[in-house]
């Protein structure tokens, strides 16, 4: 089957979502963590620049999230074709990804409330003790987000292997990804997804003829 010109392009919205998840965390820049000193921590939330970036990487992740959501639309319904309307692995990729989407927004909100709620004008006045709190729930979250995505990869990369709406080599990339996803505590796994999902974006747009399942096709 040859997909339309519209959902052929839209694709390109899963691009759009690593470009500025990328753009987030380059305008944050360093931060710390609930492990660092009083003095550390204090010190950062102390400086306003430091604040204001904090503020606008929030945004422009909480932005990241709606090509993302249209990014999944368009996949779900690639895997869909050949998989067959009911199709499972389908369903547990789309479903993945819009509870991945919603637990890294909390993340982010958590991570990201000190930087509002610091240097406010009612002269609020950061608790340490609160701040560590928030950023290890934020942390959990993520991390939570983080192993609930490597469904979405592990169904797609299943669907890449038996009807090609991958590459066979972007599917077998793709069961490593999923189990790297599993240690989402660390970094490199939230990146090599990042890179992943780049490459089936642009999979999806550069493959014009999808295959039709046995179910659809009849």
Known sequence: MRTSGFTRWAALSGA????????????????????????????????EGQRARGVVALFVLLAASLPFIVFLSVLRARLAQVEGVAGVWATAAFGAGLVSTALWTVAAALYVLPYLETGSEDGYQLDLDTYRLLSDAGFITWVSAGTTMSVLVLATSVLGIRARVIPRWLSWVGFAVAVSLLASFLVIPVIVLLAW??????????????????????
């Open 16 to 47: 759009l979502f690593v470009v500025l998840w990328a753009t987030a965390f380059l305008i944050l820049g360093g931060t710390v963590e609930s492990g660092n000193s009083d003095a550390e921590i204090s010190a950062y939330f102390g400086d």
């Open 197 to 218: 999902l780049l490459a089936v974006s642009i999979t999806l747009v550069w493959r014009r003829n999808v295959p039709e399942s046995p179910a659809t096709a009849t």
